[in-house]
């Protein structure tokens, strides 16, 4: 069970927008930064949204993020055949002293 | 250019032991805090260790707590972490990881495999 929640699977058709919510408490997201990372099969894990909502240089704004109270989502506008991938959130757990992750979401382009 | 390559990793029986070392350059190893992070087949990650830069804080999993000791050795800009009474859920790819939710400026080691099976 991961500590921070997130949908197993969500998809959606070329071109439109998805969101992958994430789900925490106080201890991690309420008081921390969150992280949203992006892994294709068999490769490790790639930041694509650190600080909450700032994007690392060479990711498209297509991807946008926010963050609200214990929750956190991410956004994926214009949707491509390419943004299929597994997608992760972080954050630091005050309580456990070490990063908190969720249990990916499985994004499928339909 | 930053570099995290991971090894030890491999088969071993339920209740054996293994040791992971992860070999960092194109960085000051000795500046950073590192963390051992880890991904069971199908699953999402899950944080297993962290050590700070000079090794005075050390942080464990409760899943992992007791069996696992995180180490480095910042002359040779190594990680280590030794596995002992391994279960068939420690079964996970091992990534060595530096600053994962700090910034920017994360890098993650390609992983290597722990296979825990009779």
């Known amino acids: 069970q991961s500590v921070l929640t997130q949908p197993p699977s969500v998809s959606g058709t070329p071109g439109q927008r998805v969101t992958i919510s994430c789900s925490g408490s106080?201890?991690?997201?309420?008081?921390?930064?969150v992280y949203w990372y992006r892994q294709l099969p068999g490769t490790a894990p790639k930041l694509l949204i650190f600080?909450?909502?700032q994007r690392p240089s060479g990711v498209p704004d297509r991807f946008s993020a926010s963050k609200s109270v214990t929750s956190a989502s991410l956004a994926i506008s214009g949707l491509r055949s390419e943004d299929e991938a597994d997608y992760h959130c972080?954050?630091?757990?005050?309580?456990?002293?070490?990063?908190?992750f969720g249990g990916g979401t499985k994004l499928t382009v339909l | 250019e930053v570099q995290l390559v991971e090894s030890g990793g491999g088969l071993v029986r339920p209740g054996g032991s293994l040791r992971l070392s992860c070999a960092a350059s194109?960085?000051?190893?000795?500046?950073?805090?590192m963390n051992w992070v880890r991904q069971a087949p199908g699953k999402g990650l899950e944080w297993v260790s962290s050590?700070?830069?000079?090794?005075?804080?050390?942080y464990y999993a409760d899943s992992v707590k007791g069996r696992f000791t995180i180490s480095r050795d910042n002359g040779n800009n190594s990680l280590f972490l030794q596995m002992d009474s391994l279960r068939a859920e420690d079964t996970a790819l091992y990534y060595c990881?530096?600053?994962?939710?700090?910034?920017?400026?994360?890098?993650w080691g390609q992983g290597i495999l722990v296979t825990v099976s009779s």
């Open positions: 972080a954050s630091w757990d005050d309580s456990l002293s070490g990063p908190v």
């Open positions: 990881a530096r600053d994962p939710v700090s910034g920017s400026n994360v890098y």
């Open positions: 106080s201890s991690n997201i309420g008081n921390n930064y």
């Open positions: 194109g960085f000051t190893f000795s500046s950073y805090s």
């Open positions: 600080r909450n909502d």
């Open positions: 050590i700070s830069s000079t090794s005075d804080h050390i």
